[in-house]
């Protein structure tokens, strides 16, 4: 057995990290492979998103994948808050499952289940687990390729008491869950986290957010933390580009994080953002020390 290892067994490994105990896939090159050399994952979102989550709060991630923001949201609040948080994929699911179980969490509903603007049904593309792959860019938005049926609901049929966060990263459908979830964004104004990584398609995530009469700020994150809680001084992630997510507040509001870079409207891009970030010299390009 690794040395780093609480247990392993084939592919699978278990390891303490910096927010619980991890189940993963060795061969996940991105949430597996970082938990796995690094004890943390994408940790500059959650640090980002942690500041808005109380005790008592309902949170809903929609794309958890193993749950590496799920188990972490949960801890934030606490026994008497409520986690929903959703993988359509089979397998991941099943290691989100146990996830939650060895971190003795009571505090999150999961569901195989994908989310939409419409209730329904939708195939989810099967990876080989014994390969490697990136697990957390399986997409539900082509229809026309092989896949296990699953099924699909909205935010809104889910009739919750409250709402404080809605985490959404569901490679380019971000959109369609944004128009299921209106209800609840209405009522609730809870904060939104979207991901919006891509150039030519980001101006319909945008539009969807402004619609609501949100406002938006750019988080762009390293994949690699150089204070990551393993301290491994290698970064593996060094060809990739940021991870691009949508900070959105309701209209007002201000999250005062001099980091985060403004949303100028439906034609920005997170290209663009990086650009205006690095001209500023922004905190965020140019970290101290």
């Known amino acids: ?60 991630d929609v794309g958890a994948n193993i749950g590496s923001h799920t188990i972490p949201f949960a801890n934030a609040v606490g026994d008497t808050g409520l986690v929903v948080t959703f993988e359509p994929q089979r397998m991941p699911f099943h290691i989100l499952c146990g996830n939650t179980a060895i971190n003795c969490l009571t505090n999150v509903c999961a569901l195989q289940k994908g989310v939409a603007e419409r209730s329904g049904n939708a195939k989810v593309p099967v990876l080989s687990w014994h390969e490697p792959h990136n697990w957390g860019a399986v997409s539900l938005a082509d229809q026309n ?31 369609q869950v944004i128009r299921g979830a209106v209800r609840v964004i209405q009522k609730y104004q809870p ?24 406002s938006a700020w750019w988080h762009l994150g390293l994949y690699y933390n150089p204070k990551n809680f393993f301290d491994n001084q290698t970064n593996v992630f060094d060809p990739y580009k940021p991870e691009a997510n949508l900070l959105c507040l309701p209209a007002g509001a201000n999250p005062g994080i001099p980091e985060l870079i403004e949303c100028t409207g439906i034609n920005d891009n997170w ?3 990086r650009d205006r970030g690095i001209a500023a010299r922004n905190p965020l390009f140019f970290p101290a020390g």
């Open 1 to 60: 057995m690794n040395p780093g290892y609480t247990l392993e067994k084939k592919q699978i490994a278990i390891k303490r990290c910096k927010h619980g105990l991890f189940m993963f896939n060795r061969n996940d090159r991105f949430v597996g492979r970082s938990l796995d050399v690094y004890g943390e994952w994408c940790e500059s979102e959650l640090e980002l998103l942690l500041r808005f989550c109380r005790n008592g709060d309902v949170v809903i």
């Open 145 to 175: 390729s092989p896949g296990e049926e699953v099924e699909v609901v909205t935010i809104d049929s889910l009739e919750l008491p409250s709402c404080r966060l809605i985490k959404i990263d569901v490679e380019g459908m971000e959109p």
């Open 191 to 214: 904060v939104l986290f979207v991901e919006n990584n891509t150039v030519d398609q980001a101006s319909r995530t945008i539009a969807a957010i402004l619609e609501l009469g949100y």
């Open 271 to 273: 290209e663009k953002a």
